[in-house]
C-alpha cells in the first residue's frame, strides 16, 4: 500500500507540492530504498509532519517462503525502539503513585544481590545503574540469545548470581539492556498486570496503535507478522528473536504505528498532566555532568538540528524512530532483514536529508592554544594502561614527536599533561611519573592505570594454563598452550587465541581476559570482561 505525498518541507516553511516537485521527492526516496528489491526481505518508511501522514510505503517481501509482500500493515519487530515504551509504562506508575523514580530496585526486586549502593530506578531509566547486562552473561557462557528460550525470569536468575557491578551507580552512562527486563518484571509485580496488558491499555489502544503488541509468548501466531532474515553475501536465511524476553525490546509494530505513538505523546496527551516533560528529561551523573539519554530516548541532535530518537536491532529485525522538533517532522523505518547492517545509519540519514537540511554550526573559539610537551615527557607517557573498571588495555605510542592514540590518531596536547582526542574527550596524565590517566568525556570519567608491557615466554605462559569456572555465567573455560599461542577454550566449536598487552592482561574478540595473582604471585583466577558486562569472575580450578 502506498500514499501519495501531499507536502515537501523545506527550511523555512511547508508547502503543498506542485506535481513536479512531488515525483521528485519520490524519485528520491524510491532512488534510496531501491536496494530491497521485490523478492528480498524488505522494510516499510512512514513519515509524518506533525501529526499527519505525509508518506507511508513498504518494499520487499514478508516471507520468502511463502511468497507474502511486505505491506505497511505487515508486524515487524522494533527492537530498542521497544525501550520508551516501557519506560513511558513507568513513568505512569509514578504518576499513579504506585512508585517513585528514586526508589532503590531492591524495593521491587529484592532477589538481586546487595551491592553496598543503591540502585535507584532512576539510574535504570537512564543506563546509569551499573548493572551488568544479561546478554553479554549468557553469550559468555556460551548460550547465546537464539540458542535457547529465555524468559524475564531467566534475566533475573542471571543478573542475581552477579557479584558485582560494572560501575558504582549514577558514576556513568552504560547501556544495559537488564535495566529495562527489570522494568518489565517491576511494572508487572506494582501494577499487577504484565508489561503486555498494562501498555495496551494505556498506551497502544489510547495512541491507536491498531497493530502493536509484544513478542511476549514467541510461539503465539501473529497475523501479518514478517519473517527476519539474514543475509551471507549468497543467500538468505532466518533469524527470527526466539525468546520471551521483553520490555527492552520485543514490540511488534508498523512504521506507521509508531508515528501514531509519537504523535501521541509528542502532543502531550500521555499521562494527566502531560509526562511529556518527563519523557524527554536526560539525569546528570555523580559528576554533575548531564548524559543525553532521557526515558527511553535519545534527545541529541543530527545534521545539526535537536532529535528526539531511538534505534533497535532484535535477531535480523532493525528500526529507527526519529523526530525533529523544529520541523514537527517523524521518521519511522522498520525492516526485516539485517542485510544492509552496514548503510542503516547512511539510509536513514539520507532520508531525513531529503527534507532537512544540515545546519552549520561554527565551532567555538579555541581559547587555549596549542602547547609543545618536551620529548622526554613524552616517551616518559607513552606505553601500556589497564582500565581500572574493565581491564581494557590501551597502548599510547610516540610517533613523529606526537603522542598517538590507540587507534593511531595524534593527541593534540593543550599542556603537559593534559592531551585533547579527535573525538573531544581528554587523558590526563599524572603531573610527575608514570602512574597512569584520566579519560575524561561528558558521560564519565575512567583511571588508566600505568602498567608493564607482556613479557610472555613459555614459562609465563605455563602459569596460566588451568581451568577456570565461574559462578557469576555458570560456565568453565580452559586455557591451554597451542602452536606457541595461548587458548581459552569453552568448547569443541569455540576456541580463541588471546593476544597479549601487558602484564597478565589480553584481549580477544568477544572481550579482555585479566589473570589475578595472590601474593604469592600464583595465578588464582580471571575476570573477563565483555563491553557490556565488566569483570565476569572465573576461578582457578
Known sequence: MKKILILVISIQASFVCVAQSCQDTLSRIEHIFSRYKPDNPGCQLAISRNGQIIFTKAWGMADLEHKVPLTTESIIEAGSVSKQFTAACILLLEQQGKLSLNDDVHKYIPELPDYGVPILLRNMMHHTSGLKDWENIVELAGSPEGSKVFENEDVLYILSKQKTLNHKPGAEFLYSNSNYVLFAIIIERVSGMELSEFSRKYIFEPAGMKHTLWRNHFREIVPNRAIAYGFNGQFYFTTMPNENVYGNGGLLTTA??????????????????????????????????????????????????????????????????????????????????????????????????????????????????????????????????????????????????????????????????????????????????????????????????????????????????????????????????????????????????????????????????????????????????????????????
Open 256 to 541: 506507521e504505528d509508531l508515528l501514531a505513538w509519537n504523535n501521541f505523546y509528542l502532543s502531550g496527551k500521555l499521562g494527566t498532566p502531560s509526562l511529556l516533560s518527563r519523557q524527554i528529561a536526560s539525569d546528570s551523573l555523580n559528576n554533575g555532568s548531564m548524559g543525553n539519554y532521557a526515558a527511553g530516548l535519545f534527545v541529541s541532535t543530527s545534521r545539526g538540528w535537536k532529535t528526539i530518537s531511538h534505534g533497535g536491532s532484535t535477531a535480523a529485525y532493525r528500526c529507527d524512530l526519529s523526530y525533529f522538533p523544529d520541523f514537527g517532522l517523524s521518521f519511522a523505518w522498520i525492516s526485516n532483514t539485517a542485510q544492509f547492517d552496514r548503510e542503516i545509519e547512511g539510509i536513514v540519514d539520507t532520508v531525513h536529508g531529503i527534507f532537512i537540511k544540515n545546519i552549520h554550526v561554527a565551532e567555538p573559539e579555541k581559547k587555549t592554544k596549542p602547547h609543545n610537551p618536551s620529548p622526554e615527557n613524552l616517551s616518559a607517557i607513552a606505553g601500556w594502561y589497564r582500565n581500572t573498571n574493565s581491564n581494557q588495555a590501551i597502548r599510547l605510542l610516540v610517533k613523529d614527536r606526537k603522542l598517538t592514540s590507540p587507534d593511531n590518531k595524534p593527541l593534540i596536547p593543550i599542556s603537559e599533561n593534559i592531551f585533547v582526542m579527535e573525538d573531544g574527550g581528554k587523558l590526563k596524565f599524572w603531573p610527575s611519573g608514570r602512574k597512569g590517566l584520566l579519560s575524561i568525556y561528558p558521560d564519565g570519567e575512567t583511571f588508566f592505570a600505568a602498567v608493564d608491557s607482556a613479557q610472555l615466554t613459555t614459562e609465563r605462559m605455563r602459569d596460566y594454563v588451568g581451568e577456570y569456572y565461574s559462578e557469576e555465567a555458570e560456565t568453565k573455560f580452559s586455557v591451554f598452550i597451542k602452536d606457541g599461542k595461548l587458548v581459552l577454550h569453552q568448547n569443541p566449536n569455540n576456541d580463541e587465541m588471546l593476544e597479549a598487552t601487558y602484564n597478565d592482561g589480553f584481549t580477544y574478540w568477544q572481550g579482555t581476559v585479566y589473570f589475578q595473582r595472590d601474593k604469592q604471585n600464583t595465578i588464582t583466577g580471571m575476570k573477563i570482561s565483555l563491553p557490556r558486562a565488566r569483570n565476569v569472575d572465573f576461578r582457578k580450578l
